[in-house]
């Protein structure tokens, strides 16, 4: 293992870091501040995907397929919101559980539907195709563009938090919502407005997702399973939380990937570490999510109260 | 006593009528029964396509027989597969099933199917143990055993003589059976062996461990929507042209279109291509694209044939697919021209025919397509085949 390598892995844990805080950054808000669970945020982020391929496929132009889809997917997610969801605020988790599977099924069959059962092609824009060296490093220039879209995606958030009247009333959202709905907030259109942000950002990872994925039906689930321990992990509502908890996630998930059977090899038989490593590291974040829930329930960066 | 003598003589004279010629054309029903639904189920809508198209082609009918086509959803669960050819055979009475997608779905009904004397067509999977040890002459194959793709993209990485070659493959029995296969025919020891987890998406870890490894060859079998995120992946990761990669099942006709030039000089093992010069299949590529506007995958060709070899059994046998010996005999004979050229049943009933390997390339209107460059096994046969009792 050289240093190279090393740092190359590292860049790859931070790329994937930065993906799944985009779908974690909306997920979470919306957790946080309406106190619903939303399976269909994967559903979001696929549709995000064949909006952005779809149209790709018929201008050539990933600026324009960015410009469909990112508003695309906030559009769907705030009209999904309106007609399907907003009567279950009140509802107990486990109503809002079942509507949102069965939306995540809905949309699956809904793409099957419009766009056929084959994978969609989704192409690299060519200006940013091939890749970066510097220092003796080889990266592929379309994944430094992931990390540059997700790091101004961080900043963006941070900014509309800390430093505009939303932001304030997002805060106030997650600390007490009755009392923000009690001082004349229009509670319901701020809901939208979080629903809608959190839909556009998971169209943007939908968006930056299909050059290197698989644009098909389903693609929602895999990594929204994952965006489930990236918020647990880093304390429900938290931005600051999802952001730093998809960053560790995704460093320990890819670094594990990558070293864990090497060391165990190194430690024990190769035939025993060949078959445990490669099954170990794929239960490595789960272990992670299991030892943060035994110590810090309420997540390593939680909101602060008060 | 007397009655129920006569019950059974009136029993006897019925289907005695029934099987006489005249009534033997009546129609026969076959069981289509595929992964329809879901990730996978572009695979067993190519094999109900293919096999749809030579039922229209020649009137509704095989053999010169009217069939019935009842088309059914396995939906990958084994225990709905079980289920439908319950019902396919118990209620719909047919005699022949034919699809079959999924090697997990073959070893869930390939027994049952065949204990109660119904022909297997099996169009796809072919599992080692129906190969070898659980084989039985009710069941044909018109694919290759589980092994046999990865064989021959083994014999390849030997004949170039590639000294350094590290393997991809999930975490999963089929995965270890890939590589394994791959192995029976490549002997040098593998610089390197990764196993991603079974649906992973991101191969950014993978890819930057096959770079510091620098082989010669990566050999990856990635089915399905991992295939398609890792070439997309290896296209971008700058090592394309400098390593190359060797695949089975994993550049395949289902997920070429959805990684486009990002395929460009992917190999491929397997026992078919669209470019086959013989007339049996340069007519089914060009009908089966202007039926459904695209190229048919290697799972349509083997459904085609399925299709082809019964329309020769049946035709063989009157249509008189009740005489079980008859009609095994006639499937054996195994007498047509089969798209893929050589085409010859071995004891196990699964095909000797040649393995070819391809590469991805642009056609003439700019899709992606698979050409054949060499073809390093010829007649080959599985490697199972000798603990198959049948002879």
């Known amino acids: ?306 | 006593m007397n009655s129920r003598l006569r019950l059974a003589l009136t029993a006897a004279a019925v289907t005695g009528a029934l099987a006489a010629p005249g009534f033997a054309q009546a129609e026969i029903k076959i069981g289509f029964m595929g992964v329809l639904s879901g990730p996978q189920g572009p695979l067993g809508q190519d094999q109900y396509d293919a096999f749809m198209l030579v039922v229209e082609q020649n009137g509704g009918k095989l053999g010169g027989v009217p069939v019935t086509v009842l088309r059914e959803d396995s939906q990958l669960k084994p225990e709905v597969a079980v289920q439908v050819v319950d019902k396919m055979i118990e209620k719909e009475k047919v005699q022949i099933i034919t699809g079959i997608t999924f090697s997990n779905i073959m070893m869930a009904i390939h027994k049952k199917v065949t204990d109660q004397q119904v022909f297997l067509i099996g169009s796809n999977a072919g599992p080692s143990p129906i190969a070898g040890a659980k084989c039985s002459p009710y069941f044909f194959s018109t694919s290759w055993e589980g092994g046999q793709q990865p064989e021959v993209v083994g014999r390849y990485a030997t004949d170039k003589g590639y000294q350094k070659v590290m393997t991809i493959a999930p975490n999963y029995q089929a995965g270890k059976d890939f590589v394994a296969g791959f192995r029976r025919n490549y002997t040098t020891p593998t610089t390197g062996e990764l196993w991603p987890a079974l649906g992973t998406q991101d191969y950014s870890a993978e890819i930057a461990q096959i770079a510091a490894g620098q082989p010669e060859a990566v050999f990856a079998f990635l089915p399905g929507g991992m295939g398609i995120n890792f070439i997309k992946q290896w296209n971008q990761s700058g090592l394309k042209g400098k390593i190359a990669l060797l695949t089975a099942s994993t550049a395949d006709g289902i997920g070429l279109p959805a990684m486009g030039d990002a395929a460009i000089g992917v190999i491929a093992g397997s026992f078919w291509g669209p470019d086959f010069p013989n007339a049996v299949n340069q007519k089914f590529v060009k009908d089966f694209e202007a039926k459904h506007k695209r190229i048919p995958s290697q799972y349509a060709a083997q459904s085609y044939d399925a299709a082809l070899l019964l329309d020769s059994a049946i035709r063989k046998v009157g249509g008189k697919v009740e005489d079980k010996a008859a009609f095994m005999a006639a499937l054996k004979a195994a007498d047509f021209k089969s798209l893929r050229g050589n085409f010859k049943y071995n004891t196990n009933h699964f095909v000797i025919q040649d393995f070819h390997i391809f590469e991805a390339v642009k056609d003439a209107q700019g899709r992606m397509t698979l050409k054949t460059v060499a073809t390093p096994l010829k007649d080959y046969k599985d490697a199972f085949y000798t603990q198959c009792p049948m002879k």
Not at chain 1, 105 to 133: D, H, K, M
Not at chain 1, 178 to 198: D, K, P, Q, S, W
């Open chain 1, 1 to 306: 293992m050289t240093v190279g390598l090393f740092l190359t892995q590292l860049l790859n844990g931070l790329q994937l870091g930065v993906l799944l805080f985009l779908l974690a950054a909306g997920l979470t808000l919306v957790f946080g501040i309406m106190n619903f669970v939303n399976l269909a945020h994967g559903s979001l982020y696929m549709m995000g995907a064949y909006f952005a391929a779809a149209v790709g496929n018929a201008t050539g132009s990933f600026v324009i397929a960015a410009l469909v889809a990112v508003p695309g997917a906030m559009l769907l997610g705030m009209l999904v919101e309106r007609v399907a969801l907003s009567g279950l605020y009140a509802r107990d988790h486990l109503d809002q559980v079942l509507a949102t599977f069965g939306l995540v099924l809905f949309f699956n069959e809904l793409v099957r539907i419009i766009w056929g059962v084959s994978p969609l092609y989704a192409q690299t824009p060519s200006w940013l195709a091939g890749i970066v060296s510097f220092g003796g490093l080889f990266y592929p220039i379309y994944r430094v563009a992931i990390i540059t879209v997700g790091l101004l995606v961080a900043l963006f958030l941070y900014w509309l938090i800390n430093y505009t009247r939303v932001g304030m009333l997002i805060r106030a959202g997650a600390t007490n919502a009755a009392m923000v709905g009690a001082l004349g907030v229009n509670i319901r259109l701020l809901n939208t407005l979080i629903f809608g942000l959190g839909a556009g950002l998971a169209g943007l990872a939908g968006l930056m997702a299909g050059p290197i994925f698989s644009v098909q039906a389903a693609m929602g689930e895999a990594i929204l399973i994952q965006t489930l321990v990236v918020i647990v992990v880093g304390g429900i509502g938290s931005i600051r939380g999802a952001f730093l908890a998809a960053l560790i996630i995704g460093v320990v998930d890819t670094m594990g990937r990558v070293f864990l059977p090497i060391w165990m090899s190194a430690a024990m038989s190769p035939s025993f570490a060949q078959a445990a490593g490669p099954a170990l590291a794929s239960m490595l974040i789960y272990l992670l999510m299991a030892a943060v829930l035994a110590f810090k329930p309420e997540g390593l960066f939680p909101v602060r109260h008060g």
